[in-house]
């Protein structure tokens, strides 16, 4: 191994968020001395700049700060009235949150398979689930790729159900209607929820989140259920939560907004890379790419075949190449959600065993994409 091979493997994170943020330190410690002498720390300016700069990123009309994405998806929820045991499916292959803003809001969280090929929420797999007291499906644009929204607007609309799309990982995946209309990930349901946690793909420092719709009167009702449900201090219309967006979050988000088209496209080129040099090989199932969905990477994430996931893990992380699973473990099968209803989720099953996610982020070097490469392709080929 030449010494050159042993500096890339020192150096390669699953995310870099250090290199990251010291490009654009001063612009960051800039945002953020100017909260500090504001004392604003709570509904500071720089929060409704955000809420602007990100409505019109978007397209959308409204977007509702909030303190993170599992509270954007609990108060998307609690604004469409929706009654204890009412039924919302979601797909079993998510993370957690999905599920347990359902099962908190006492609905029913009814969990369906995801496509093999795009491990997003299978349109068959909904239309088996639905029953009359059906009111919610929660999309997940899992790894960052739009679910099949076209297919589930058009379920959703025929039957009366609302869409809320878990964005979380999808944010600036644009998607493309059969008419040719583009819209943004998170803003062709009912609601759109993403989370700003650091390590997503607009990622502040801490916790954050943001909900968005183009209803104003939906809008409303969640900014007053975000804030005590109240929208005059000490008056509150009905029981809300405390979820806010905090000032240095937004001026960190503001910042970092303008480098959000930069960032993906970092992560598309690897992607493309990435898909060059493993298609074809008889182990590995690149991501599927939806035609009609921009694909954002917030994961690259591979499946093994022939059972071998395990050992390139092993193998990867010998040579300092970290990765990841998500997720290892469908919800369904889970202890906290086992007594909720499930169709047959096989396909989840099986992705459990088989993903792998590779290192996918804006500072990774062509050199290190090269020696992760070469690595998998050392056992896998
Ligand atoms: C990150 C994430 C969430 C939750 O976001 P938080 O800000 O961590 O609460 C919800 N759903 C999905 C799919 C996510 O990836």
Redesign the pocket.
Known sequence: MCSCETVFMHSILMLDLASQHRKIQQELSAAMQEVIESNAFVKGSQISDFQHNLEKFLGVRNVIPVG??????QIALMALGLQPGDEVILPSF??V??AEVVALLHLTPVFVDVRRDTCSISIESIERAITPRTRAIIP?H?FGQNADMEAILKVAQAHNIYVVE?A??SIAAEYTFANGEKTQSGCMGAVG?T???PS?NLGAFG???AIFTNDDTLAQTMRMIANHGSCTLYRHEFVGVNSRLDTLQAAVLNVKLRYLPEYTLARQTIANQYDSAFFGNPHIVIPARNSQSAHVF?QYTIQVKNGRRNELQTHLAQRGIPTRVYYPQPLHAQRAYSQFPAENCSVSEELCETVLSLPIHPELSEEQVQWIVQNVREILD
Not at 68 to 73: E, I, K, V, W, Y
Request: hydrophobic fraction near 30%; include cysteine.
């Open positions: 993170n994405g599992t509270d954007a998806l998510t993370f949150s999905t997940v899992l878990d979380c990982q929820c989370s700003f946690f997503k916790d954050g989140g917030h």
